[in-house]
């Protein structure tokens, strides 16, 4: 027997309460930015302006997803659902390979199964979240080429794991302005990091590189008794303490055995030859007390490295960009100590400490070297080992925008995308704006680029043989950083007006 509803006085107004409750409290606790009923659209990141892709607008079960030229095409069409699902082609859905949890894990897509791996949240923040591993949908390695992959990472709120809903157009090819403006203060790594362009790697030994850092900068054994001091800096992202230094090696000899990482990822720079990087007995420590300057009016040392001094790291497990993964670094070095050995290097190296393949290295190389002609003038150059070759450009030819910085304090930065692209570019650190030394395509047989991630400071990538090989060189290194992605125009603009600020004399 059905009941009659039971009159209330008022009714129509209780109705109409109830229903702004009800709105309210879903428009503060949903935190969808998608339609519950089903929508397609584009799934646009954030950084790159390139959309979610399907590679070939395959079908297959498993084809791994990347970002692309949003091209309003089926592969890029997305449609929510009121179960969680990312439907494309309206029967594959978007799917965390084999229900992984692990950052890294790849974004696939599937037949649609109703699984938890297929479910996903489209968040007012911008990030989607993969709710079976509670992570994000994430662009590789802060990358915006095409072609870079997708997969979940832990969230953190990086450019890089932000998406918005309709077909935007690709970003320029050199972007001018920065994601968001750095904060009070920054130092070179708060910088690129406001930039969505981390660093993953940071190291000097006259200065913090991040605003907050407080840690230590580097090690020094005296030749004494052989025991070691740690150098930190004076206050929280200030400069080292060089008079810790001075009192550790009065009447001594010093040597710096290792360049703290300061962004908390443990890329520590041991030299070559030590117990942490053995098999290398041609390489040393440099003598830490050679170079005193002064850092905005305090006293610091540089790591002055000669022929047979060089420092090495393997960092493919800790966030060193491999493969064709972008990535960006700079230095600040001195055009007054150089020479013409192979090879004063700072950046992305191989794992093996062997001369692999063409493509195996990204780093900075400044000296009097210029293997293939094309450099001006008597040096030294900012230019890019990329193995098998110093480049001035992108080819083994004249460059005329090559230029030499015989400086006493020189900034020099690369950036490479990994697939297509890379520039070079070079400064006085005491004034002035950076100069592109060239911005174009990678060299023949570059693309792509297969990064191992080990990290290389004043040799290059094959050290160390015995008739000393590829640790020849001598430079200076006061500091520098890598970082994971391609590093805007405007990002290194604004690391050099700081170094500039920091007051290098």
């Known amino acids: 027997m059905q009941r009659s509803p039971i009159p209330l006085p008022g009714r129509p107004l209780l109705v109409a309460a109830v229903v702004v409750v009800l709105t309210t409290l879903l428009a503060t606790t949903l935190t969808w930015w998608a339609p519950a009923t089903a929508a397609t659209t584009p799934l646009v990141g954030t950084a790159s302006g390139r959309c979610l892709d399907v590679p070939g607008a ?302 195996a290295m990204d780093a900075i190389n400044f000296s009097t070297q210029c293997w293939f002609g094309g450099c001006q003038g008597t040096g030294p150059w900012v230019q890019a080992d990329l193995e098998w070759g110093l480049f001035p450009g992108g080819s083994q030819s004249w460059n005329p925008n090559q230029r030499a910085f015989p400086h006493k304090f020189v900034t020099a930065t690369l950036k490479n995308n990994g697939t297509t692209r890379f520039a070079i570019k070079g400064s006085n650190a005491q004034s002035g704006g950076l100069y592109t030394l060239y911005d174009g395509p990678l060299p023949n047989g570059y693309s792509p680029m297969k990064k191992q991630g080990a990290i290389i400071l004043g040799s290059g990538g094959d050290c160390c043989k015995p008739d000393g090989g590829a640790n020849l060189s001598a430079g200076t290194f006061y500091e520098g950083a890598m970082v994971a992605g391609y590093p805007t125009d405007a990002v290194e603009n604004a690391v050099q007006a700081e170094v500039i600020s920091a007051g290098y004399r």
């Open 58 to 359: 395959s079908q297959a079960n498993g084809a791994q997803t990347q970002i692309w030229d949003c091209n309003g095409q089926a592969n890029q069409q997305w449609t929510t659902t009121t179960a969680g699902e990312l439907r494309v082609y309206g029967n594959k859905c978007l799917d965390v390979n084999a229900a992984g949890t692990a950052d890294g894990t790849s974004v696939i897509i599937w037949d649609c199964n109703g699984q938890n791996n297929q479910k996903w949240r489209l968040n007012s923040d911008g990030s989607v979240t993969a709710l079976g591993a509670n992570k994000c949908l994430d662009v590789s390695g802060y990358g915006t080429a095409n072609g870079t992959r997708v997969h979940i990472w832990t969230c953190h709120g990086g450019a890089n794991q932000k998406w918005s809903t309709g077909a935007q157009p690709s970003p320029s090819p050199t972007p001018t302005t920065s994601p968001s403006p750095p904060p009070p203060g920054a130092r070179p790594c708060d910088i690129y990091g406001a930039g969505g362009t981390p660093c993953i790697a940071a190291h000097s030994t006259t200065r913090a590189l991040f605003n907050a850092y407080a840690g230590n900068l580097y090690q020094v054994r005296r030749s004494s008794d052989n025991t070691t001091r740690n150098i930190g800096v004076l206050t929280a992202g200030g400069v080292a303490n060089a008079a810790a230094q001075d009192s550790f090696c009065a009447g001594t000899t010093c040597v710096i055995t290792v360049l703290y990482d300061q962004s908390g990822r443990g890329n520590d720079l041991w030299y070559q030859g030590s117990s942490v990087v053995p098999g290398s007995p041609q390489s040393r420590p440099a003598v830490a007390t050679t170079e005193s300057l002064t850092v905005g009016g305090n006293k610091a040392y540089s790591l002055y490295i000669n022929p047979g001094n060089s420092y090495w790291r393997d960092g493919h497990l800790t966030g060193v960009p491999t493969g064709s993964a972008p990535e960006g670094m700079y230095m600040v070095t001195s055009g007054v100590h150089v020479n013409n050995g192979c090879c004063f290097d700072y950046g992305n190296s191989e794992t093996t400490r062997k001369a692999d393949a063409a493509g």
